[in-house]
């Protein structure tokens, strides 16, 4: 698949399934892991950089998993490239930024992927939609058995697998629930939620993860601790407090519209008028309205709508797929103008369809 | 934004304490919030009239508890003997150079890692023996839901090349198990 091919791909992440009515996105587990005898990413030089590509590349060549996955190298691609491919979810903004010998390698739907060269020589990602997590760590686990049968992991008994930064080491997960929480941000209990799972060493990120911002009510939901928890505790861990969460934004959501009827359909039926009217939409306002519509889907307002049609176009309308889409660089205004376009004929097509069903 | 502990990773979250039935807000990245919930704790259950009176004293004391770390000469020109890291230059990058770093600098990260994560031993997985021929029994189930999902897309060609992939697998197993 080459890039022109993947801004296009269908990401089985963004599918919808398991969604609990719009609130969850999607949820992501990831592994650090490095090369025994190597040293590490940040120190290492562009020969052994170059070295744990080519091991990573045959160690995937030799399993199931990932022997049909495309590769890219980070030098090969443009500046826009390879912020496409963090707008995709699939690489960190680190690595897409960072210099030296960098790789990644991605399956044909994209929930199984392996950024090479990051902090750590490996970083094994599964995604999936919804509120999977138990599937997620299955599939991510199932990829590191497959790398782990053909090269050596950096390990101690002690201290379990050796990563770059200390915040890593342990069992090397990361897991993060991607969750659209815009009652608990209405409500301004959203700092209450926030300050509850930092008092348990959980954490809640931007919508590109770590050091970045929440944008369009989306926030990430993780683990903080890596060390010490067994991998299952994790993730029934991490589900049942997604699941306090949930049910937490699902009674803001009842409690809004008892108290507020009239203004939630009101601000959810403009935000859709909006979206397939305007001319001119910036990204953060095209986030801000897609989040009330998310709300009027997830309040049974909006039945026309699902958690796909959303999810696709809040991948697809940001600067980098619209500049790849257009075939070049093009300026912010005139990207606020092609994305205004897009979301319109993307609520067209929506509503064309509609029309054939009824 | 620049996390006001650590000044080096962008700010996440805007951290608020009730000090005094003063309310204070401070912006801080992820790794820094446990260190200061650590040393609110501490500070909750003062030994001494030491306790700090304001975040913003908690935090000073915490960054220079942090920097202090077992501070001697000694300790902070510890070199790693497999890659030549010294513990000070791991203090000011944060990321360690090579798997022989966890040994070289041993007592100090097990007080570190104490700190970030609560606890100093690893409880979990193991790597799989390298050589060890992988079960076809996961590839084929994630091969499986992505079949599921392509001919759910209605992606046919795709979910054909699926399909293909999923008898090669089944035969290789096959061949496998019969020789």
Request: aromatic content about 6%; glycine content about 6%; overall charge negative.
């Amino acid at each position: 698949m080459n890039i022109i091919e993947l801004a296009a791909n269908h990401a089985q992440w963004l599918n919808g399934a398991e969604d609990y009515h719009g609130v969850v996105v999607s949820c992501r587990a990831r592994l650090a892991r490095n090369l025994s005898a190597m040293t590490f990413a940040p120190k290492a030089t562009v020969d052994d950089q170059e070295r744990v590509i080519e091991q990573v590349l045959n160690a995937a060549q030799r399993g199931h998993l990932m022997n049909s996955a495309s590769f890219f190298r980070m030098d090969a691609l443009r500046d826009n490239e390879r912020r496409l491919l963090v707008e995709r979810h699939l690489v960190s903004p680190a690595l897409a930024e960072s210099s030296g010998q960098r790789g990644l390698l991605f399956g044909r739907d994209e929930s199984l992927s392996i950024m090479i060269n990051e902090e750590d020589h490996l970083r094994l990602q599964a995604i999936l939609p919804g509120l999977q997590a138990e599937d997620a760590w299955a599939a991510v686990n199932a990829l590191d058995d497959e790398l782990g049968a053909s090269v050596a992991y950096a390990y101690s008994d002690r201290w379990g697998f050796l990563t770059a930064c200390p915040t890593n080491v342990g069992t090397g997960l990361r897991l993060s629930i991607l969750i659209h929480l815009p009652a608990l941000v209405l409500t301004e209990d959203i700092e209450r939620v926030t300050r509850g799972l930092t008092e348990i060493a959980f954490t809640v990120r931007g919508f590109y993860g770590e050091g970045t911002h929440p944008v369009g009510n989306l926030f990430q939901v993780s683990n903080q601790s890596t060390l010490g928890f067994e991998e299952n505790k994790i993730v029934e861990k991490l589900t049942a407090i997604t699941q306090q969460i949930i049910a937490c934004e699902k009674d803001a959501q009842d409690a809004l519209l008892k108290e507020a009827r009239a203004q939630v359909e009101d601000k959810v039926w403009r935000a859709y008028g909006l979206l397939s009217n305007a001319r001119v939409l910036s990204s953060q306002e095209f986030m801000n309205l897609l989040s009330a519509v998310r709300l009027g889907y997830s309040l049974g307002l909006l039945k026309q709508i699902n958690s796909a049609f959303m999810n696709r176009l809040m991948i697809v309308t940001q600067p980098s797929h619209l500049q790849m889409e257009n075939g070049g660089e093009i300026a912010s205004e005139e990207r606020d103008v092609c994305r205004a376009e897009r979301v319109r004929s993307h609520f067209e097509t929506l509503a064309s369809e509609e029309g054939k069903q009824s | 934004m620049k996390c006001e502990i650590c000044h080096k990773n962008d700010a996440t979250t805007a951290y608020t304490h009730i000090v005094d039935d003063t309310k204070k807000t401070l912006l801080l990245c992820g790794n820094c919030i446990p260190q200061s919930e650590e040393k609110k704790k501490d500070a909750s259950q003062p030994k001494d009239d030491q306790s700090p009176k304001s975040v913003p004293q908690l935090i000073k004391k915490v960054k220079v508890e942090f920097n202090n770390a077992g501070s001697s000469e000694a300790i902070e020109n510890t070199v790693c003997r497999e890659c030549g890291m010294t513990y000070k230059q791991f203090k000011k990058v944060g990321r360690l150079g090579c798997h022989q770093c966890y040994t070289s600098f041993a007592p100090q990260l097990e007080r570190l890692l104490k700190r970030i994560h609560g606890a100093d031993a690893h409880c979990g997985k193991a790597p799989i023996e390298v050589g060890t021929v992988p079960s076809p029994h996961k590839a084929l189930e994630q091969l499986r839901n992505e079949l599921k999902d392509a001919v759910s897309c209605e992606q046919f060609e795709r979910a054909a090349k699926i399909r293909d992939q999923i008898r090669e697998i089944e035969a290789d197993a096959e061949g496998r198990s019969s020789s």
